[in-house]
Structures are given as C-alpha cells and as structure tokens.
C-alpha cells in the first residue's frame, strides 16, 4: 500500500522553522481524515477520523494539554 497523499501544514509556532515538528494536514482522498507525522520521520503516520481531531482540537483549545503551564 503507498502513503496517502496529504496537504501537509507545520506549525508557525515550530521551535526551528520546520526541521524537527509535528506536521498535520488533511488526507487527499476524499475522505474526511487527518494524518499527522513527526518532520524527523515522515514515513510513519497517524490518522485520525474528522470527530477525533475535533476532539483533540477542542482539548488543545481547552486547555488539557497544558503540561507544563
């Protein structure tokens, strides 16, 4: 099986400019995914469903992934 195309986007809060982030970006495919990989390894991904990510994004918004603020 080949690797999904995705639209690829890094964070402008990315510590180096782009060389060691997270990068996330919807799946080209029609489908309503999300793919999220780390810029150090680019061939290994996660995807998740569009409601997973907009639980994420809801908990990054509200504050439960606050660790060390």
Known sequence: ?????????ISSYSADGGGTCVEAGPLNDGTDRVAVRHSRSP?????????????????VRGGEFDFFG
């Open 43 to 59: 061939g290994d991904l996660i995807v998740y469903s569009k409601a997973e990510w907009q639980a994420f994004l809801a908990g």
């Open 1 to 9: 099986m080949s690797a999904p195309e995705v639209s690829w986007h």
